[in-house]
Nanobody
Framework: QVQLVESGGGLVQAGGSLTLSCAASGSISSINTMGWYRQAPGKERELVAAMSTRSSTNYADSAKGRFTISRDNAKNTVYLQMNSLKPEDTAIYYC?????????????WGQGTQVTVSS
């Protein structure tokens, strides 16, 4: 079992920045991928960005150039720095942990943190 605790969501004006954090604990495998997904009302959950323990990254097109994912493997923590936020970034952001080098497939999810971007 892996437990994930997210933090850092909130309300921000368009053009502003937020940093999300997700700390993993429990049965952590040495090679794993931690990612951020989001789900807006009425929409499917979508990948935002993911990063493996080997520092391989994967970004959604909507995140490229504005969001940066990073991680501290010693702390089993992943961060998502979000800049130039837009109202369409409003969603619940979820952290996902998967064993291995990809974020696809079964894994563990955090409880989600709300990000609201006002225009």
């Amino acid at each position: 079992q892996v437990q994930l605790v997210e933090s850092g969501g909130g309300l921000v004006q368009a053009g502003g920045s937020l940093t999300l954090s997700c700390a993993a604990s429990g049965s952590i495998s040495s090679i794993n991928t931690m990612g951020w997904y989001r789900q807006a009302p009425g929409k499917e959950r979508e990948l935002v960005a993911a990063m493996s323990t080997r520092s391989s990254t994967n970004y959604a097109d909507s995140a490229k150039g504005r969001f940066t994912i990073s991680r501290d493997n010693a702390k089993n923590t992943v961060y998502l720095q979000m800049n130039s936020l837009k109202p369409e970034d409003t969603a619940i952001y979820y952290c996902k942990w998967t064993t291995g080098r990809v974020t696809d497939g079964p894994g563990y999810w955090g409880q989600g943190t709300q990000v609201t971007v006002s225009s």
